[in-house]
């Protein structure tokens, strides 16, 4: 399925009404194995070296390139050193720095990455972490070993993209047989690669045949949800929760939704005019379609091409930025006017910060607030970039530390919670896997506490919008309700003056589904203060 991105114009004609995962700088994988000598080796120039020493590589043409960068990135965020997405902050390639790990890891270099691998590394790796507990499902079937978690990690990651090629891009079987035993030749032993053509070919036949070795949904609930945890590849517990809350068929669908491959969010006449000079470049196969927003003036829908835009210098250059439109609609909820002061309580990266920025003309101010100095730096650089640094103040400081300032005191707060994450998990492929059912209950602690802490940055008459990205009514309604209780002096505001009526409950609070509007899932509540 193709991509579907929303991107962002960093300057909007006017506020529309109703009708952000980096790469990691940690430290390179180490593995106990060395590669058979099918490396050409050539020198290159030493960084920073005043006499010009030169240091030997090796570089293997026989490797696919975008197989030998896939496993390793799978690698490393399976070990928590990077993220699924190909884009660090700053919307730059990282193909370069893809092959630097590819080198310090396996021991070489492979040819450089085209553009055409750089789309398929996207989609091996985002897909392969996505059907993670499927894959696993299948490669523990056809092994002699049912229990793989004490399989060499570079191992199981070369038969997991292999399985995924296989069963779900459909790739030519023969092809992904021989370049993935080749892979596990070159950078673990011949052994290994024979350890692979043997389980691949298995693969093979099985689905020729129609015979995958997959669970039937019988048996109690628990029997039922666990079956549904190996088909749609998500955890048991999620499955449990969202069975609870929406019934199992909806919880399929937002399951099968998830499992899409998407991406982020650009916009719009001048923007329109940049996409369509891309299709007449002189470059083989380049073509970024796209079309409006229905929802938002300032978006435009793109549904592949994105290494394309990166190419073009387009996000580098200011001119856009990549964002769900779910995310611009909870602006829209905010609804960021000329002149006032907003405070961000949880700011970075700083998409929806950089969004209000923009509404306000030049005129007011908005406090961005993290707890990440990294993040709340690369926030200020973008800021820099899209020109509305000048309204732009980032304090580094934990929200609930602030709620004695005076100064910070604010027309208009948004606290866009840490939350879950679970209306994400089509683009966060590897979060499903990293969030556990005990996280809930202190997710929810947090929530709370940052509320409390908000609310008193509100001035009097003022907005607080409580915001998330989850799809959990345990974090969205039931956190607004527990607040008012405690804080009676505030009140709900509907959110039809701001949003299109679909995207609003009966409660008055933005809400998307990720079935039913095609967008992240999103929750946001209107809550103003008394004067």
């Excluded at 993935?180 to 011949?190: F, G, I, M, T, Y």
Aim: charged letters at 25%; proline letters at 5%; aromatic letters at 6%.
């Amino acid at each position: 399925m193709a991509q579907v991105l929303y991107m962002a114009l960093p300057f909007p004609a006017k506020p529309h009404k109703a009708a952000s995962s980096p790469s990691s700088s940690s430290r390179p994988l180490k593995l106990a194995r060395r590669t058979r000598s099918t490396n050409v080796s050539i020198a290159t120039t030493a960084k920073g070296s005043g006499n010009r020493l030169l240091k030997t590589q090796k570089l293997n043409l026989e490797v696919s390139p975008h197989r030998a960068v896939s496993a390793v990135r799978l690698m490393r965020i399976e070990l928590g050193g990077a993220f699924a997405d190909l884009l660090n902050e700053k919307g730059k390639g990282s193909g370069e720095n893809e092959m630097g790990y590819v080198q310090r890891t396996l021991g070489f270099r492979t040819r450089e990455l085209n553009h055409h691998d750089l789309r398929l590394v996207t989609d091996i790796v985002g897909g392969t972490i996505r059907w993670r507990r499927y894959l696993d499902h299948l490669i523990s079937s056809l092994c002699h070993d049912k229990d793989i978690s004490s399989m060499e990690p570079l191992l199981l990651q070369i038969l997991r993209i292999g399985f995924y090629e296989i069963v779900k891009l459909d790739m030519p079987p023969y092809a992904v047989v021989d370049e993935n035993v080749e892979l596990a030749k070159v950078a673990l032993r011949p052994g290994a690669g024979n350890l692979v053509n043997g389980i691949l070919r298995k693969l093979v036949v099985l689905k020729e045949n129609d015979t995958l070795p997959l669970p039937k949904v019988e048996g109690d609930d628990r029997a039922q949800a666990r079956a549904l945890a190996t088909l749609y590849s998500h955890p048991v517990w999620m499955i449990r929760r969202w069975i609870k809350y929406l019934g199992q068929e909806e919880a399929i669908k937002l399951m099968i939704w998830n499992n899409t491959n998407r991406a982020s969010g650009f916009s719009r006449d001048d923007l329109v005019i940049q996409l369509n000079a891309l299709k007449v470049l002189p470059l083989p196969g380049l073509n970024v379609p796209h079309k409006l927003s229905l929802h938002l003036d300032e978006f435009v829908r793109i549904k592949t091409g994105l290494q394309i835009i990166i190419h073009a210098g387009l996000l580098k250059k200011g001119l856009c930025s990549v964002q769900d439109e779910s995310a611009g609609l909870v602006v829209s909820v905010v609804d960021p006017q000329p002149g006032e002061t907003i405070l961000d309580g949880c700011a970075a990266p700083g998409g929806k910060t950089l969004y209000m920025a923009s509404h306000l003309s030049g005129q007011g101010k908005v406090f961005a607030v993290d707890v990440n100095s990294g993040r709340l730096r690369i926030l200020k650089e973008t800021a820099k970039l899209h020109q509305v640094d000048g309204v732009i103040t980032a304090i580094h400081a934990d929200l609930r530390t602030l709620t004695d300032s005076g100064q910070l005191k604010s027309d208009k707060v948004l606290l866009d919670a840490p939350c879950s994450g679970l209306g994400v998990l089509s683009k966060r492929a590897d979060l499903r896997w990293n969030r556990k059912l005990e996280d809930m209950e202190e997710l929810k602690k947090l929530q709370d506490e940052l509320l409390d802490a908000a609310c008193k940055l509100v001035k009097p008459g003022g907005v607080l919008v409580y915001s998330t990205c989850s799809i959990d009514p345990e974090e969205n309604d039931d956190r607004v309700t527990a607040f008012l209780v405690r804080h009676p002096d505030f009140r709900i505001d509907p959110v039809d003056r701001y949003v299109p009526l679909d995207f609003v409950t009966s409660s008055g609070f933005f809400f998307s589904n990720p079935v039913k509007h095609s967008l992240d899932g999103s929750f946001a509540a209107r809550l103003v203060r008394d004067s």
